[in-house]
């Protein structure tokens, strides 16, 4: 048996053996707070649990009689581990949902977490938890004997947090700062791309504006801008004229737009054809195949409007045939690899590759490397992943990924994002979120993940960031995950809130959502 979860009116409880003194936990969920007790007594008739902070329903004095009635069975504690996922959104929601089905989990703590997660009893939120402090969650973790820590976000990783964690033997999924540079510098990336020859955008790197818009020039457009480091998934700029081409040069080199991580730009080549995202999980060696997914990166239906950090997403992409993939394998994920392990620094985490399927050859292309799970693929992905995700992903950490395979449910999965109206430009926090329980009684197959939402005085659920909500479905095929999580949508009244109405349609017949 995994965790056991326990819903009592809004609150729900969480137990697990602890691996090192053979304890039992209490987790609960809406709350900061985490209450031990023996395993050699489980009369717990006067163990104090608070009132939940959401609907103030107290659970003293129904506890004890539902606790008591719990078959709790002998597992041997080796095989389960207590795990901390580090990061706050809709991909941090997904994993810790999917960690808690794992037999191999005896709890989860989730540093910061929000609101959607610790409400919905998937995990304990710390909110209070430096996550790029590495000492603060070094001392975490040796408090409650964490053996896994799963790194949603790239930024502690490229701060070196897994660096940390490893040296001080804390198993950690997730790559280095040194390995990270795949992400935290897209000059890296391009230059392991030249160097080991897998294929990707013809390119230059320039600090200088005047040299980039001279290279622009000649190359002609449409091209593409970026921003080298980190810029919150906002750092791309398709031009699709020289005009637009030099102003993005100048927000960036001279009026420091993005900061430090805009201080040298990527100009690349306009590859037309469909994007995709392909997933693998690494173990510094070896590397396996997750499923793959396709996200919806521009704000408005029909792909129109500026890029965000992902509108919708759906999984699989019938774009990534089955052949496909195999040469994405081939000629992209392995030569990188090898080749970040040739440059002695080892990948150990999920390489996340952004394709472009040319138009013109039919082939992928490598656009850029995140060092994460993509969020909002993510959400898709880990509602239909079957295998023991605790078990995979500590395979990673040992070095042990060959021969590991992974088991998906069949059929599809969507995710539509719920954004605050304005992002990804300005946006208004604090507007108040209503009726998300009935969203997910539209069907079992419904999972509302928060990615930014917080709770008010009054326990309302309010809006706290720009990507605020992923609303997602599975189905025997991708018509009815979409009809599924459009019709869970359209359940939640959200005035703050938008979203698109096409999420799919270029795997499938048009269809307008109102």
Known sequence: MACISLNIGATALKFGRNCQNHSTRLFSANQQSCFKFSSANWNCSNFPVRPTYRRGFNTCKSFATVFNSLYVDNINPE????????GGGGREHALCHTLSRSPSCDAIFCAP????????GDATCIEDLDVLDSSAVIAFCRKWGVGLVVV????????????????????????????????????????LCDKYRIPTAKYQAFTDPSAAKEYIKREGA???????GLAAGKGVIVAMSLEQAYEAVDSML???????AGSRVIVEEYLEGEEASF????????????????DHKRVGDGDTGPNTGGMGAYSPAPVLTKELQSVVMESIILPTVKGMAEEGCKFVGVLYAGLMIEKKSGLPKLIEYNVRFGDPECQVLMVRLESDLVKVLLAACRGELHGVSLDWSPGSAMVVVLASKGYPS???KGTII???????????????????????????????????????ATGEDLEKARDRAYQAVEQISWPGGFYRRDIGWRALPHKQYS
Do not use: C, W
């Open 79 to 86: 095989e389960r581990v207590v795990v901390l996922v580090i």
């Open 113 to 120: 977490g929000n609101a959607g997660i610790s409400s919905s």
């Open 152 to 191: 949603g976000p790239e930024a502690p990783l490229v701060a070196g947090l897994a660096n940390d964690l490893v040296k001080e033997g804390i198993p950690t999924f997730g790559p280095s700062s040194e390995a990270a540079a795949l992400e935290g510098s897209k000059n890296f990336m391009k230059s």
């Open 222 to 228: 449409p091209i593409v801008v970026k921003a080298d």
């Open 254 to 260: 001279v009026e420091n737009v993005f900061g430090s």
């Open 279 to 294: 997933f693998a999980l690494v173990d510094g060696v070896h590397a396996i195949p997750v499923e793959s997914a396709q």
């Open 434 to 472: 209503h009726k998300l329980e009935e969203a997910e009684q539209v069907s079992p197959s419904v999972k509302v993940f928060h990615a930014g939402t917080a709770f008010d005085a009054d326990g309302n659920f309010i809006a706290t960031g720009g990507r605020v909500l992923g609303v997602t």
């Open 426 to 428: 300005s946006y208004q």
